[in-house]
């Protein structure tokens, strides 16, 4: 049977979806507080919806993750810009109006120029967000995972979105992450490090390195090497290691990008397939979520 923990203490806490508690204004300064000053490394766990988030928020989890390839699988598009900044702001709205924890949004690579990576930044803050996360690449970008790579932004344009987001975001605590592809895409140490400098200058409050090797040691490697002159945060989506390795090379965050998704995903087919194939709901009513307690 599922562990249903989470959605029993919904009802326990009497809490409803909509939560006038909400996330805003509080919740700013925890994330700075999970990713800039923690000594690490912090979690922040993938949710895509308000339940995901709220699911995350009973386990324990202090942060969250509102990722891009989630949300976007949630809403039945691919991890290709094809969902709008719009639909993402409802999504991530209707999360921190759920969750009380900090939201880290994943605004892949800022919906545009300058100007649309400050406008979204913006709009983000005021829906619930504590911060953002950017990628150097172009809009629209393809999920880092999928097919050849896309070249990489230009290193100064690139710092032009991020001190745009800086520019415009009157809240000083929102955390500005620059997501750097520089490993993904092939182009070596040399390369994230220029950039991380680059984007520091910039404004950046954290360095997102990402790999697509099946093991950490590129990511170790740019740790070590970058000396924590901005927190790092990294995200296990390859790779299985232990967190202690993380917190040995100073990695301040670390992002549990899609396991939500991946686990209703999961359940959810186990369900319909043991439905078709019982002709019933009988064995399967031990191992779902008892309605009341998602009513309550
Ligand atoms: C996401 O969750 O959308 C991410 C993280 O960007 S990853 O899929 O690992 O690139
Ligand atoms: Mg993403």
């Known amino acids: 049977m599922s562990d249903l923990r989470g959605m029993r203490i919904l009802s326990e806490k009497g809490r409803h979806l909509q939560n006038p508690g909400g996330n805003a ?3 700013v300064t925890k994330l700075r507080d999970l990713i800039c000053i923690h000594d690490g490394p912090s979690s922040l766990m993938e949710a895509h919806d308000p339940l995901s988030a709220m699911v995350a928020e009973r386990a324990g989890f202090k942060g969250l993750w509102a990722s891009g390839l989630s949300i976007s699988s949630s809403l039945g598009y691919r991890g290709a810009n094809e969902a709008s900044w ?4 409802n999504v991530v709205e209707r999360m921190a109006y759920a969750a009380r ?8 690579s800022g919906f545009g120029n300058f100007n ?3 406008l979204v930044a913006d709009r983000l803050r005021k829906r619930g967000a504590s911060g953002i996360c950017i990628e150097d690449k172009a809009f629209p970008k393809i999920d880092s995972f999928i097919g050849d790579h896309p070249p990489l932004a230009d290193i100064k344009e690139f710092c032009g979105r991020l001190k745009a987001v800086k520019d415009t975001v009157p809240d000083p605590d929102f955390v500005l992450v620059a997501r750097i ?3 993904i895409t092939g182009h070596g140490q ?5 950039r991380a400098n680059a984007y520091a200058e910039a404004g950046a409050d954290a360095i997102l390195i990402h790999s ?8 170790l490697v740019f740790a070590r090497s970058w000396q924590n002159r901005l927190p790092v945060v990294t995200v296990p989506t390859n790779f299985r290691t232990p967190i202690a390795e993380y917190r040995a090379a100073g990695i301040s965050t670390v992002i ?3 396991y939500n998704l991946r686990a209703a995903i999961a359940a959810m087919c186990d369900i319909c397939n043991r439905m078709i194939r019982e002709e019933g709901t009988a064995g399967i009513e031990p191992d779902i979520a008892p309605l009341v307690e998602f009513l309550n």
Request: charged residues 30%.
């Open 25 to 27: 204004g509080e919740s």
């Open 86 to 89: 719009s639909e993402l702001a």
């Open 101 to 108: 924890i900090p939201i880290l949004v994943d605004g892949d």
């Open 116 to 118: 649309n990576a400050r």
């Open 181 to 183: 592809e520089a490993l």
């Open 190 to 194: 040399g390369e994230a490090l220029a």
């Open 212 to 219: 697509r090797k099946s093991d950490p040691t590129e990511v």
């Open 256 to 258: 549990w990008a899609n």
